[in-house]
């Protein structure tokens, strides 16, 4: 997942560095949540086909007709994440290799405060207490 401008300031110069370790080093380019493979294809149902069947797919059937039968593929990229969240907390410990689908997870509960605060603050509305 791309960093977005604004937090690029919190993440260490060799970034890539440590991401490309996290993700193929120690995680052998599989997500360390659901073992999904990196730049292999997921489909709709959850079936993850390698890049080699593709082709055949493709053989088979158009793209289109393939999303009219209701079959979506989605290609599987590792990411790095931040477990507790805290892009400053580089510890081997704090780092998951994740899939696209198991990083949106993790990171959902955390994605709805921040846009709960970021509504709250374009409005103007403070807050009395923290829930």
């Known amino acids: 997942m791309p960093i977005r401008p604004e937090l690029r300031p919190l993440y260490p110069s060799n970034w890539r560095e440590i991401s490309r370790r996290i ?4 995680a052998k380019g599989r997500c360390e949540h659901c073992g999904a493979p990196h730049l292999f294809y997921r489909m709709s149902g ?4 390698p890049p080699q069947l593709l082709e055949i797919f493709h053989e088979a059937m158009t793209m289109a007709e393939a999303a009219q039968l209701g079959f979506r593929l989605t290609r599987i990229v590792l990411t790095t ?3 507790n969240h805290d892009p400053t907390d580089n ?3 704090n780092l998951a290799a994740l899939c696209q689908r198991c990083h949106l ?5 955390h994605h709805w405060q921040s846009r709960r605060i ?3 603050q374009a409005v103007g509305q403070t807050r009395l207490f923290e829930r």
């Open 118 to 120: 970021n509504l709250e």
């Open 23 to 26: 993700r193929f080093a120690r």
């Open 91 to 93: 510890r081997e410990e």
């Open 81 to 83: 994440a931040h477990l």
């Open 46 to 49: 959850g079936l993850i086909i």
């Open 105 to 109: 997870s993790h990171d959902q509960q």
